[in-house]
């Protein structure tokens, strides 16, 4: 059986969403990143994943780490309906899944957390205004491609979707003001609102 390893307030929660829209049977062992002693960090989980980061996956003795791979990897395997079955489809999904890791999730992160997730103290003010300009300017790329389309994933919600909605559900999670982007706010409360998504977001609460 699949075994995720990771806790659902991190990135291990894409993992646990997409074997949820893909109707994966799965083990879930939550290993701590926060902890004064990271289950992360202990040397059993470093053999697994030598990042010692989550989220990690053993699928029948096949280890894969990096939240984004993992993802992909699942949904072809598992012949999840959300993989797309034409060449052109499958560039727009990985087109759609590079962008969102490359550009808009490091300053997304950033921001989180110097204004949210770091204490007080520790926050730098100066970085998150930075990081939020840039996140601003490539929310505004997703806007204006959900002004002439439906989805990501051309006549569908489909795996180029998920790879964006499952990297910005931070931003729904931190209850980011998305109003400037009308398309993309409605387009991201559809996504967390499908039946799987609602099923994953209950593990993190």
């Not at 992909?72 to 899944?97: I, N």
């Not at 931190?174 to 706010?185: A, C, G, N, T």
Request: aromatic share 12%; hydrophobic share 45%; glycine share 4%.
């Amino acid at each position: 059986m699949l075994k995720i390893y990771g806790q659902p307030r991190s990135r291990a929660f894409r993992v646990l969403w997409l074997a949820k829209e893909a109707g994966i049977p799965y083990e879930h062992i939550p290993v701590s990143i926060t902890a004064d002693k990271p289950e992360c960090k202990e040397p059993w989980y470093v053999e697994l994943n030598p990042n010692a980061r989550v989220p990690t996956i053993d699928d029948d003795g096949f280890i894969l780490w990096e939240s984004a791979a993992i993802n992909l990897y699942l949904a072809e395997k598992y012949k999840s309906s959300l993989f797309p079955t034409t060449a052109h489809g499958r560039g727009r999904m990985l087109q759609w899944a590079f962008y969102i890791a490359n550009d808009v999730e490091p300053p997304m992160i950033a921001l989180f957390q110097n204004r949210v997730l770091f204490p007080p103290e520790k926050r730098n003010a100066a970085l998150a205004d930075a990081s939020e300009v840039q996140m601003v300017a490539r929310l505004g790329t997703l806007e204006h491609h959900l002004a002439k389309n439906k989805y990501f994933g051309g006549d569908k919600w489909d795996m180029a979707d998920f790879m964006v909605a499952s990297v910005v559900y931070t931003l729904a999670a931190i209850k980011y003001d998305l109003s400037r982007w009308p398309k993309f706010q409605a387009w991201l409360t559809a996504s967390i609102e499908r039946p799987a998504a609602k099923e994953a977001r209950k593990l993190r609460e």
